[in-house]
């Protein structure tokens, strides 16, 4: 039962440069969301969806973009990395819409930026 | 707005003492309360739960009660281990427009054999 699955576990990019996170359940939950970690800051929403083919900005959506063709899967795209965007980033998943149930999160990708 | 508070960490205890770390909210409306557990390099997990004023989530031996009256959420343990050493978050869901999940700082708990 593998819940929700996140790769890369690490990255390290230099300023510009863009990425893709990926992000995979199997709970058939139809809510998805990304969230960064920062020290002292929680965490914070970038994006969400609540199905495939739906999304919506969260608290913190700028220098991201995200797409949802599946229901399994939900890949966070940063388009010209910068500094500010290290740090940690949780992918999570919910059977109701804004983990109202409470949320299955994965294990986080650390990226760095250089 | 919608926030939630918890007490700065880090805390430190002695394995087998009580542990109690403190959450306070402000929301519109009724929200949903949880306590998320993070280890060591892992994602957050759900700990406990509440849904309604006066209901008490459970878990592991970890306990908090949902008070309405004094907006808070607070979490215990009667006897600490070694391995709950880790970071607990603190959460509410409501609905505003959608519902939206809000996530207080974290609490860093130490726990020394």
């Known amino acids: 039962n593998a819940g929700v699955t996140q790769t890369p576990k690490f990255q390290v990019l230099k300023t510009g440069q863009s990425m893709t996170l990926q992000c995979a359940q199997d709970m058939n939950h139809e809510y998805m969301s990304w969230y960064r970690q920062d020290p002292g800051m929680g965490l914070r929403l970038i994006h969400y969806s609540v199905g495939a083919g739906i999304t919506d900005q969260g608290e913190v959506p700028n220098g991201y973009n995200v797409s949802r063709s599946t229901t399994e899967d939900f890949p966070l795209r940063l388009l010209s990395a910068a500094p500010s965007q290290t740090s940690v980033y949780f992918c999570?998943?919910?059977?109701?819409?804004?983990?109202?149930?409470?949320?299955?999160f994965g294990s986080g990708t650390r990226l760095t930026v250089v | 707005g919608n926030s939630v508070t918890q007490m700065e960490g880090p805390v430190t205890l002695s394995e087998e003492a009580f542990l109690t770390i403190n959450c306070t909210y402000t929301?519109?409306?009724?929200?949903?309360l949880f306590w998320y557990v993070q280890y060591p390099g892992e994602g957050l997990q759900l700990l406990l739960k509440a849904t309604k004023a006066d209901d008490k989530g459970s878990n592991k031996g970890f306990e908090a009660t949902y008070r309405k009256e004094t907006t808070s959420f607070h979490l215990e343990k009667g006897s600490v281990q070694v391995s709950d050493s880790a970071v607990y978050f603190c959460a509410l869901s409501l609905n505003t427009g959608g519902f939206k999940t809000i996530f207080g700082a974290g609490t860093r708990l130490f726990v020394k054999a």
């Open positions: 999570a998943s919910s059977q109701t819409t804004g983990g109202a149930s409470g949320y299955t």
């Open positions: 929301a519109t409306g009724y929200p949903s």
